[in-house]
């Protein structure tokens, strides 16, 4: 098989760059390793892509990729529900509220995040996207038109693609772990690419749906704070016009072999401590260890703490590598909003940019 561009990794930032070569008459094929399309964003629902968030939750006023493409799949944004105190847990049991609220003026999208993911797929020729198809090496061939050539593992079986441009659109540790390149890639240039932390790569999201979100009528706005844990931290998550009510909260370590029977049960103690009897009945608890995602974090992600938002961007040692026609779109790489879903929708734009200099894209 032969393209013109291969995009590496159906997220967000992947599925922008498609739809936008779709959208200028390029060549290009995507492969994403899992059996769903989204990356880092997943929600609840049957097909993964409806409900509530189990990846990011959150934009921002101010992020004009994010506006523009809720405007574009035709959304509805709405905001953080923050009404009502705070409560703060220092040890099991001492439980005190504070008129405070931690994510006042974010905002969340109709359905869920996988509502965007689902706008991007329909504008790509179904035929260009492929699931279950794993990058594992990358090789240079220089002198030829097709110049690099792409091994791929689907389903046991090796398959090869040869592109002119590659775009790995997938967090850069992730690459430096589970992709082989011929000829190696520079040590620096390894270096860097282990070096930048996955945004969130070391939490598990939670998600308690109850049948309405009874703390409001409590004064509370869900918002929590919590030394004790599982829950370090804790948000509103229930969707609008519907009567059922929804807690999400992160927990940023969790200890490798935790059952999810044992989680759940001390997942609705906590919650229990913190808003009441009436926390001890959810319909469902949900949960997503992005840290056991092969494809979405590494061990060393788990294993290092980040302190606070890293400085993110697309380093030097890397930079050099697009003229060749490797280029890097993580959000990771981001230089202004990096981490986040505008920064995933910048590096795309970037990278469209890099393949009109390439003379891939008209």
């Known amino acids: 098989m032969q393209t013109d561009i291969a ?8 599925l922008s760059l498609a739809a936008a070569l779709q959208a200028a008459g390029a060549d290009f094929h995507l492969f994403e390793a899992r059996e769903r399309f989204g990356g880092r964003i997943l929600c609840t629902g049957a097909d993964k892509l409806q409900g509530y968030d189990l990846g990011p939750s959150w934009f921002w006023p101010g992020q004009p ?21 705070l409560v703060y847990e220092e040890m099991p049991g001492e439980v005190r509220q504070l008129n405070f609220s931690t994510m006042e003026g974010a905002l969340r999208v109709e359905n869920g995040m996988g ?4 706008y991007l797929i329909s504008r ?3 035929q260009r996207l492929t699931l279950n198809t794993a990058l594992t090496k990358v090789r240079y061939l220089p002198g030829e038109t097709h110049c690099w050539q792409l091994t791929l593992n689907r389903a046991g079986e090796q398959q090869y693609v040869k592109a002119k441009a590659v775009v790995l659109a997938i967090p850069p540790r992730v ?14 240039a390894l270096q860097s690419l282990q070096a930048i932390p996955t945004w969130m790569g070391r939490f598990t999201k939670v998600i ?14 869900g918002d929590g704070i919590s030394r004790s844990g599982p829950l370090q931290e804790i948000h509103d998550a229930s969707l609008p016009d519907t009567p059922a009510g929804a807690l999400f909260g992160f927990i940023q370590q969790l200890p490798r072999g935790t059952g999810s029977e044992a989680l759940r049960q001390q997942v609705t103690d906590q919650l229990v401590r913190l808003f009441g009897a009436q926390a001890a009945s959810p319909l469902s608890i949900s949960f997503q260890n992005w840290s056991e995602q092969k494809y979405s974090a590494t061990d060393e992600d788990w294993r290092e703490p980040l302190a606070g938002h890293p400085q993110y961007g697309l380093p030097d040692s890397l930079e050099t590598l697009a003229s060749q026609g ?9 230089h202004q909003s990096g981490g986040l879903l505008e920064g995933a929708l910048e590096a795309a734009d970037d990278g469209l940019m890099q393949l009109r200099a390439l003379g891939l894209v008209n």
């Open 7 to 14: 995009i590496i990794g159906g997220g967000i930032s992947g």
């Open 65 to 85: 990729g994010m506006a523009a493409l809720i405007r574009a799949a035709g959304l509805n944004a709405y905001p953080q529900y923050s009404r009502g105190n």
């Open 115 to 118: 509502s965007l993911i689902r």
């Open 124 to 126: 790509s020729d179904k």
């Open 175 to 188: 690459i430096a772990k589970t992709v082989q390149f011929d000829p190696p890639l520079a040590e620096h």
């Open 208 to 221: 308690a749906e109850y049948e309405t979100p009874f703390w409001r009528d409590m004064n509370l706005s």
């Open 326 to 334: 490797l280029l890097f779109t993580a959000t990771e790489m981001a």
